[in-house]
């Protein structure tokens, strides 16, 4: 739906349109543990967003395109893996009393 553009684009999608792929990469990861494992085992490794046709999410024909979904992914796993070690350390806590 997104490249269908007989559908108008809202008139702020420049300005928010991270924060929606943000919150979407975010619900789908939480949600699914499968994906999440995948996206956890990549380490600290850089993430690209490897497409010729988008130079905003991905690197585009040259490579040096913004790769948004990149940078949006890696945010993700950190975060992930912030909350892991939250919910690891609180139940920790939990068992020792």
Do not use: C
């Amino acid at each position: 739906m997104g490249r269908d553009r007989s559908r108008p684009l809202r008139r702020d999608w420049e300005r928010i349109k991270d924060d929606v792929m943000r919150r979407a990469v975010t619900a789908k990861f939480t949600a699914h543990a499968d994906i999440r494992a995948i996206l956890l085992d990549t380490g600290d490794e850089e993430i690209v967003e490897d497409t010729s046709t988008d130079r905003y999410w991905g690197r585009g024909r040259s490579g040096t395109g913004k790769n948004m979904l990149g940078r949006i992914l890696m945010r993700t796993r950190t975060q992930l893996r912030a909350d892991l070690t939250q919910n690891a350390n609180t139940q920790g806590r939990r068992q020792r009393r």
